[in-house]
């Protein structure tokens, strides 16, 4: 299922079931003319879904370019099954100079924290501040103000919130769906600075204009929204908040 978050970026989400809740399994396909960006190739599990959601957002076009968010499982599994779909797209990896050694040998990867175009469009590639995996990026879109999240910023949501945004959600996105994220998807989070992290973030949606942080595992928070949910999250990320 997809709908336009702003204009010319779709949210393409799946709800993986998990434990009563649902985890969003994402991609955000943006659409500027013919050119097409795929944030993301998605889970396997949903192959077929992601396939037919991008032939109707595109006319069976495909996507110009895949930017990937992780370079591992299952974040790029479906790249070869798109190649086979649409022929060859411009795979972007998000890893160090080696790409081959994760399965992607004929991706290109870009450099952190610089500006880039991908299919004429302004993007950078950011070195992620909170992450599963070393192999992995976020993205921010200069022309929609959208920025692409990876694994940080994820969350659970009910069932009857699969589409919707944090704006549209009654009483916002609920703090136990933050913390068990934390705690199931990134456990190491205990170690991590707490102090420089949130000064990171500070600095971050300082310096950017952001519409929406769009994680691929969580719903698209609105930009009124963000810094009420940086707070939520920080405090996730706090041990002592954990009650236990
Ligand atoms: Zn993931
Ligand atoms: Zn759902």
Not at 24 to 44: K, P
Not at 212 to 231: F, K, L, Q, R
Request: aromatic residues 8%; negative net charge.
């Amino acid at each position: 299922m997809a709908r336009e978050l702003v204009d010319d970026v779709h949210w393409i989400r799946n709800c993986h079931p998990d434990d009563g809740r649902h985890l969003h399994m994402s991609e955000y396909l943006l659409r500027d003319g013919t050119d097409t960006i795929l944030v993301d190739s998605g889970s396997s599990h949903y192959r077929e879904e992601i396939i037919s959601e991008v032939n109707r957002l595109t006319d069976g076009g495909g996507p110009d370019v895949v930017l990937l968010t992780h370079s591992t499982l299952p974040h790029t599994e479906n790249v070869p099954a798109f190649e086979d779909e649409w022929g060859e797209t411009e795979t972007i990896a998000a890893t160090g100079r080696f790409p081959e050694v994760v399965g992607l040998p004929d991706a290109e990867v870009r450099q952190l924290n610089q500006p880039v175009e991908f299919a004429g469009r302004p993007f950078t590639c950011i070195h992620p501040l909170l992450t599963d995996v070393t192999v992995s990026q976020w993205a921010y879109d200069h022309e929609s103000g959208v920025l692409f999240t990876a694994e940080a910023f994820g969350h659970y949501h009910d069932a009857e919130n699969c589409g919707q945004t944090s704006a549209e959600m009654e009483g916002g996105i609920p703090m136990e769906h933050i913390d068990d994220f934390y705690m199931d998807k990134l456990p190491f989070v205990d170690f991590l600075d707490r102090e420089k992290l949130g000064d990171a973030f500070e600095m971050l949606f300082d310096i950017l204009d952001v519409t929406y942080v769009a994680p691929i595992h969580g719903t698209p928070v609105a930009a009124e929204d963000i810094d009420d949910y940086v707070d939520d999250v920080m405090q996730a990320l706090d041990p002592q908040s954990v009650d236990s």
